[in-house]
């Protein structure tokens, strides 16, 4: 279901919107956000899945120390 949500970007992100959208030359100021969005997304998820790897890791880590300590 599409939403429209209006923004004012001010001038320094309008400005950065506006030469994306000139070095894509296919692309709206609309389609420029939304992708910039996908990608902003998938990099929070691709750090909370490595922090999760980390946690998991650790957690490995700390049982072996534990079954190897008298």
Request: no cysteine.
């Amino acid at each position: 279901m599409a939403n429209t949500i209006t923004i004012d970007p001010g001038n320094e992100l309008g400005e950065i919107v506006g030469g994306l959208v000139k070095s894509d030359h296919n692309k709206t100021a609309s389609e420029t956000v939304r992708e910039r969005l996908r990608l902003r997304q998938e990099a929070v998820a691709t750090s909370k899945l490595q922090q999760l790897r980390e946690l998991l890791e650790a957690g490995e880590n700390s049982s072996k120390r534990a079954r190897i300590a008298p």
